[in-house]
């Protein structure tokens, strides 16, 4: 079974430009998660999708932050305009769901650098 | 506000010899897991312990929760260089899927 995958791997762009970051997570799992890791601090939460659903965005950081997941797939994070503070690692992971397990499967992550 | 605080940020030790990673977190919750993070990978989960579990063990893992002071440790046992990543508890309050994190410890196991 494949597991959650992100593309890209690694992201350079320049403050002010677009980024679109995609993570397909594994087959059949309804929930899907968006953290993030800037430098020297802990992984963070950003939103939470049920299918097609935004279950809970409390923690997106503004508006420049816009997720995605038509069709109840595939997810896109698109940063517009990108700032420096936005540099960081974004992890993507899926879950299945109901069931009593709260195991969240993580992609490798897109590595965001803004310069 | 950071939920998990884990200790110590850093650990060095020699292969064969046990890890203990410490994790304190601020409000009730449902679960804690924790992950491991090895360089350029993403985070795997390791083991969930229940707010109603003491103790879980898992192979050469074995963690502990203790919900009145908030905290939970994991104790990696005859250490291996392979084990050498980065660890990281998280927690999850009631049905909310959101896991919350510390901010690692990041363990090197010398050979």
């Known amino acids: 079974e494949a597991g959650v995958t992100q593309f890209p791997s690694h992201s350079v762009i320049e403050k002010g430009q677009t980024v679109t970051l995609r993570c397909d997570p594994i087959s059949g799992h309804d929930n899907l998660y968006w953290y993030r890791r800037v430098m020297g601090k802990e992984i963070k939460f950003l939103l939470h999708?049920?299918?097609?659903?935004?279950?809970?965005e409390s923690g997106m950081p503004n508006n420049r932050f816009l997720a995605e997941r038509t069709g109840g797939t595939y997810s896109t994070l698109k940063v517009q305009p990108a700032e420096l503070e936005d540099s960081g690692v974004y992890f993507c992971?899926?879950?299945?769901?109901?069931?009593?397990?709260?195991?969240?499967?993580f992609g490798p992550g897109t590595r965001l650098t803004v310069t | 506000s950071q939920q998990g605080e884990e200790d110590p940020q850093a650990l060095s030790i020699q292969e064969g010899e046990n890890a203990t990673m410490n994790c304190s977190y601020k409000?009730?919750?449902?679960?804690l897991q924790w992950y491991r993070q090895n360089s350029g990978r993403g985070l795997v989960h390791l083991i969930l312990?229940?707010?109603n579990e003491r103790e879980k063990h898992s192979g050469r893992l074995r963690v502990t929760l203790d919900t009145s002071k908030k905290s939970s440790s994991l104790l990696i046992t005859a250490s291996r260089a392979a084990d050498t990543a980065s660890y990281f508890c998280a927690t999850a309050k009631g049905s909310n899927y959101q896991l919350i994190w510390g901010a690692g410890t990041k363990l090197i196991i010398k050979p």
């Open positions: 409000t009730s919750i449902n679960n």
């Open positions: 312990i229940r707010s």
């Open positions: 992971a899926s879950s299945p769901r109901g069931g009593s397990s709260y195991e969240q499967y």
């Open positions: 999708f049920v299918k097609e659903s935004k279950q809970d």
